[in-house]
């Protein structure tokens, strides 16, 4: 998810808002330590 939203030229806040989330939660999942929902997983593709 880190290369693909940087090949973007999106910012870890940028992505959090486009998808509702906070920054938090997508250094998360950027750090598999947590996974996006299937509601996320939507909004992303």
Known sequence: ???IRRERGL???DLG???GR????VSRW???VNAPGLD???SLA
């Open 40 to 42: 996320v997983i939507d």
């Open 11 to 13: 910012s870890q806040t």
């Open 22 to 25: 906070s920054v938090a939660a």
């Open 17 to 19: 808002e486009k998808v």
């Open 1 to 3: 998810m880190r290369q």
């Open 30 to 32: 950027e750090s598999q």
